[in-house]
């Protein structure tokens, strides 16, 4: 109930934020011809201009906190999200105007819409900030009636929280204490009494909601679940835990009153998860075939260059630190690993990766297919096993891990890809290799089947034009 509040308060403050845009659009145009002595030309010339305002305006009053209810609690801050929102959408506005070149709206306009959309919009959210005081401060029949179980200070956060949480619009009846607390000095709302008298005081007063605050014996919370059941009263139970500053909260029911609580800061879902493990396997059959070929092409070539087989094995770290071994065709010399302590000067990353421009251990087959990443070929062999993805974070060496600080491993929370965002940035552009952590983990939180094609898509167009990753 409560969630379906904040949607439906959620719904509203948009479907009336829509309105006010619209009206506003239509005052500008109308005050636009009083202004400048010119004709202006019919409305529906400028009907366009909804499809740049409402995704502006949306956008900003959503980052603004405003389509949150806890932002309508206090009158400043709610101002100040207005003002927040008004300038930041009327910079997406005039920035997409100014790259699409839109000459034939007139600046007398686009500034009598920013000044009327401001003056409309303030005065529509502090009609929404009345409207929902009234509605709070009265006592109304149909008020939802709440009794809370827990001390007196549980109960007073309670109370905070319904202020700054308009949607949460209820009736304190009281509070039943699982202690001893009807000795304490007066306070709101009033202590009725303990967990005992829960039966009597649902008997005596009109409760529609019973919101335990506190954790209880599982013998207490069982005996208060069955009362509320057999009298059709809502219970609710109110937890805390950490606030999370990566990932969300979510709740599962395992049934038999059995719930996982887990914070993921990794992606969820089954079907898209699904989606994308058959997407590998598809792709990692047609890479193999490719595979093959170029092998046949060019294995007794690298293996003659190299002095060794043609495929170069080397242990990578995957998912969540899994081991692995990961498959290329061998394009440096066979002492490369040895010669790597005598490069290390020569770096152009700052941090646990090793990356050189001109790297001198390559040969000149292994130049000619990094050049078309013909090289990351056998690792559609990983992806077949599932070890890798056809999209993913690069797979770090085993020695990179062991240097790594505890916001990097957020990198290994998805499994490692063939392509990625940082490849497709350009690996030689950056030199920081935080900036690359960063690029990861923005990868992985807005993770999406759409994404993975669009980079999939993407790398097939650098492959063609020879351009490294």
């Not at 990356?355 to 077949?384: A, C, M, S, Y």
Request: glycine share 6%.
């Amino acid at each position: 109930m409560l969630v379906a509040r904040q949607t439906f308060l959620r719904q509203s403050v948009a479907s009336c934020d829509a309105l006010t845009l619209a009206a506003a659009l239509v005052l500008s145009y109308w005050l636009r011809g009083p202004a400048v002595r010119a004709d202006i030309g019919p409305f529906s010339n400028y009907f366009w201009m909804l499809w740049v305002i409402l995704p502006a305006w949306f956008i900003s009053l959503w980052l603004a906190g405003l389509y949150t209810s806890g932002t309508y609690g206090r009158l400043t801050s709610l101002v100040a999200a207005v003002i927040r929102a008004q300038i930041g959408a009327s910079l997406i506005m005039l920035s997409s105007m100014y790259m699409t070149k839109s000459v034939e709206v007139s600046r007398v306009l686009t500034q009598l819409f920013i000044l009327t959309s401001f003056c409309a919009m303030l005065l529509q959210k502090l009609a929404l900030y009345a409207i929902l005081a009234r509605h709070r401060q009265r006592t109304s029949f149909h008020r939802s009636r709440v009794l809370l179980v827990g001390g007196a200070c549980e109960a007073a956060r309670y109370i905070d929280l319904m202020d700054r949480h308009t949607s949460m619009t209820a009736e304190i009846v009281g509070v039943l204490t699982p202690s001893d607390e009807l000795s304490a000095p007066p306070v709101r709302p009033e202590i009725l009494g303990r967990l005992p008298d829960l039966v009597t005081i649902l008997s005596a007063k009109v409760v529609d909601e019973v919101v335990v605050l506190t954790r209880l014996w599982p013998a207490l919370m069982d005996r208060i679940a069955a009362t509320c059941a057999e009298r059709g009263v809502v219970m609710r139970l109110l937890m805390d835990v950490p606030p999370a500053s990566v990932g969300a909260w979510r709740a599962d029911d395992y049934g038999g009153g059995i719930f996982f609580l887990s914070l993921t800061a990794v992606p969820q879902d089954v079907i898209s998860l699904v989606i994308k493990r058959a997407v590998d396997i598809v792709g990692a059959v047609a890479g193999l075939v490719a595979c093959l070929l170029a092998y046949a092409l060019y294995g007794r070539r690298l293996k003659r260059e190299t002095g060794a087989s043609a495929i170069f094995r080397q242990y990578r770290v995957g998912l969540n630190g899994r081991r692995f071994v990961l498959y290329k065709f061998r394009t440096m010399h066979r002492d490369a690993e040895n010669r790597l302590s005598e490069l290390r000067a020569y770096n152009l990353m700052n941090g646990p990766m090793f990356k050189l421009e001109r790297d001198p251990r390559v040969t000149t087959t292994g130049q000619q297919l990094r050049r078309r990443h013909l090289d990351e070929l056998p690792q559609f062999w990983n992806i077949l096993k599932g070890e890798m993805s056809l999209v993913g974070t690069r797979p770090p060496t085993e020695n990179e891990v062991r240097e790594y600080n505890t916001h990097h491993h957020r990198r290994l929370s998805m499994k490692p890809g063939l392509t990625g965002p940082w490849q497709l940035s350009g690996n030689n552009k950056m030199s920081n290799f935080e900036d690359i952590v960063k690029l990861d983990c923005e990868y992985i939180e807005h993770w999406s089947l759409r994404r993975d094609i669009r980079i999939l898509i993407d790398t097939v167009k650098k492959v063609f034009r020879a351009d490294a990753l």
